[in-house]
């Protein structure tokens, strides 16, 4: 395989919602594929990326209420979402309501009309 990804730690509260779910970070983040084989888990032999300890990792994040691309690598969310969908056009605005017509046409006030 390719190796790892390079790392920095982060030192955090504790008691923050980040520190709450250090441990499942730190697994999130074992589990990430190398840069040059993006299918492959680095830890986990017999499973592809993403792996289902990378999952259930993600799982306990996002229970946390933090999301999970904001932990790994911009070239991998592609992997876990799909390709973005193509934003749908907006429905076209309704037509405004045209001015009852009156009968006469011109008007009845003006001297020349």
Known sequence: MGGIREVV????AAD???GRVVKAID???????PPDEPWACPLCSTESW??????????QVMTA?????DWIPNDL???LWGKPKPRSPAPPAPRPQAAPQSETWFDEESPDG
């Open 65 to 69: 209420g933090l999301q999970i691309r």
């Open 27 to 33: 697994e999130l983040t074992a589990h990430l594929p």
């Open 77 to 79: 969310h592609a992997r």
């Open 50 to 59: 993403p792996c289902s300890r990378f999952n259930a990792a993600a799982h």
């Open 16 to 18: 923050s919602a980040t």
């Open 9 to 12: 730690a982060v030192i955090v």
